[in-house]
């Protein structure tokens, strides 16, 4: 920092960052992390160093993203002392909450679809942010999220006929 | 998101916001690390977009006063219509012998030439004309006439012609012109030629004259 103003104008910056702590935080949770607190202390350090990236007009999707990379961290380290199993993907969310049917329903997705419908319907982000959080643009983002609700649709209502049980993805690939 | 099943997975959100660990604590702890050095150079870089901004006025001053510099080089050159404005211009400080007229300047409205050079016609012609006026106030015995003539072209040769300077280029302009009307004479010896002329005119012998008068009068000189 060349001077006081600056570093102060810096802090400023970042406590409007910091802000979304709860939100990081919570995020790390709904994707079943072991240390959703420090996930989420360790998200707003990196938004410290890498301040400049932070977009300073709405910098939660890119905390997310952070998050998101942090949680692919964990489950890598998780795998490498657990039993071997499928490759570490997008963290699969904490799940032993929800009613069963919505749990196997979701299960049953991709990663990738669940991450689209998860950053919508529950860290509550406009389809252009989730895009960004994805890296994707958001025509390719909507386009994601349409399949993924009419996949998710499709696989309750496949939930309410016993007889075709959908194949469980118990890892969340 | 209205679609029933979203709604459904909306509600089903497990965890609300909030964390456990003392925020402010966590928020000075995190201070206390080396911020984004990049963010330092985000004031160089404004700075540094205000000087090319500036180099760029400048630039752009520089390149607007050049060019208007560049139009001052040819500010020299005129069309047709100038030279004309400038030979009907010079008429009214210039003479004309009695019964002799101005005769009518053919210059192209498309062609170009320097400044100066309609003046410098006007006292061609006039020099022409006065010249011719002598040689018939000569043959006509008018002493009078052949004074005045003498005297006319003797104020043109003092006042309204002048020697380029040794060197100087074929379209060197007499500095007076855009005020007086003035004719260049080379300096190739036409100018002592002329003198030579009225000289000899004045003593008794007006051959050369004469013969001025053939090749460069009127043409009922010729």
């Given amino acids: ?173 | 998101m209205t679609d029933h099943t979203l709604n459904r997975l909306r509600g089903a959100n497990p965890f609300r916001e909030g964390t456990a660990v003392d925020a402010e604590a966590l928020f000075d702890r995190i201070l206390l690390g080396a911020p984004d050095r990049r963010l330092d150079r985000a004031p160089r870089r404004r700075r540094r977009r205000m000087l090319l901004v500036a180099i760029a006025i400048v630039v752009c001053g520089l390149l607007a006063s050049g060019a208007y510099g560049v139009s001052g080089l040819f500010d020299h050159i005129i069309h047709g219509p100038t030279v004309k404005a400038e030979y009907v211009a010079a008429q009214k400080q210039l003479t004309m012998p009695p019964g002799y007229e101005w005769p009518p300047l053919n210059w192209p409205a498309n062609s170009v030439t320097s400044r100066g050079a309609g003046g410098a016609f006007a006292v061609s012609n006039d020099q022409d004309d006065w010249e011719c006026y002598w040689v018939d106030a000569i043959h006509s015995g008018d002493i009078a006439a052949q004074r005045r003539a003498h005297a006319a072209l003797d104020d043109l040769m003092a006042n309204h012609i002048v020697i380029a300077p040794a060197g100087s280029p074929e379209d060197w302009t007499p500095p007076q012109s855009s005020r007086t009307p003035t004719l260049a004479f080379a300096d190739d010896g036409g100018y002592q030629y002329k003198q030579r002329m009225y000289a000899e005119a004045a003593a008794g012998k007006p051959q050369l004259l004469e013969q001025s008068c053939r090749a460069n009068g009127p043409a009922s000189h010729g």
Avoid at chain 1, 76 to 104: G, W
């Fill in chain 1, 1 to 173: 920092m060349t001077s006081d103003i600056e570093r102060r104008s810096a802090e400023e910056r970042f406590r409007d960052v910091f802000g979304h702590l709860g939100a990081v935080t919570a995020y790390a949770r709904r994707r079943g992390s072991r240390d959703a607190d420090g996930i989420a202390a360790e998200a707003m350090s990196i938004a410290w160093r890498r301040l400049a990236d932070v977009p300073s007009d709405d910098p939660l999707p890119w905390l997310y993203a952070t998050a998101r990379n942090l949680l692919l961290a964990e489950r890598r380290a998780s795998s490498r002392t657990a039993p071997a199993s499928s490759e570490p993907s997008i963290p699969a969310p904490e799940l032993h909450e929800l009613d069963p049917e919505l749990d196997r329903a979701l299960r049953s997705l991709s990663a990738a679809d669940r991450e689209a419908l998860l950053l919508v319907a529950w860290e509550d982000l406009a389809p252009t942010q989730a895009a960004r959080a994805l890296g994707l643009s958001p025509t390719a983002f909507r386009v994601r999220l349409l399949r993924a609700r009419r996949r998710l649709r499709a696989a309750l209502e496949q939930e309410r006929q016993p007889a075709q049980l959908v194949q469980i993805d118990v890892e969340g690939t």
